[in-house]
């Protein structure tokens, strides 16, 4: 089992800037992909961005040139560097992991991102 706690959640203006952490724990040498999904009111969750443990990202469309990831394998923890902020990004972000089988996939309990002036 891999437990995923998330960290750096707020409030921001439109254009502002926030970052968003996530500690892994538990069966950690098992994760492959880390990353983030994030959720807004009344919409599916979808991809922000991801890193397998090789270092290639995949994101999310309406994120690309704005978000960066980093990932830190000897510490366990992911980051997502947020930038140029819309309203539109406003959401519940979860850390996501699964292990490099992809046998399992594991999610925080989710951090709010809220985007406002």
């Known amino acids: 089992q891999v437990q995923l706690v998330e960290s750096g959640g707020g409030l921001v203006q439109p254009g502002g800037s926030l970052r968003v952490s996530c500690v892994a724990s538990?069966?950690?040498?098992?994760?492959?992909?880390m990353g983030w999904y994030r959720q807004a009111p009344g919409k599916s969750r979808e991809l922000v961005a991801i890193?397998?443990?090789?270092?290639?990202?995949n994101y999310g469309d309406s994120n690309k040139g704005r978000f960066t990831i980093s990932r830190d394998n000897s510490k366990s923890t992911v980051t997502l560097q947020m930038n140029s902020l819309r309203p539109e990004d406003t959401a519940v972000y979860y850390c996501?992991?699964?292990?490099?089988?992809?046998?399992?996939?594991?999610w925080g309990q989710g951090t709010q991102v809220t985007v406002s002036s």
């Open positions: 996501y992991a699964r292990d490099a089988l992809g046998a399992n996939r594991y």
């Open positions: 538990g069966s950690i040498s098992s994760i492959g992909t």
């Open positions: 890193m397998s443990n090789s270092g290639r990202t």
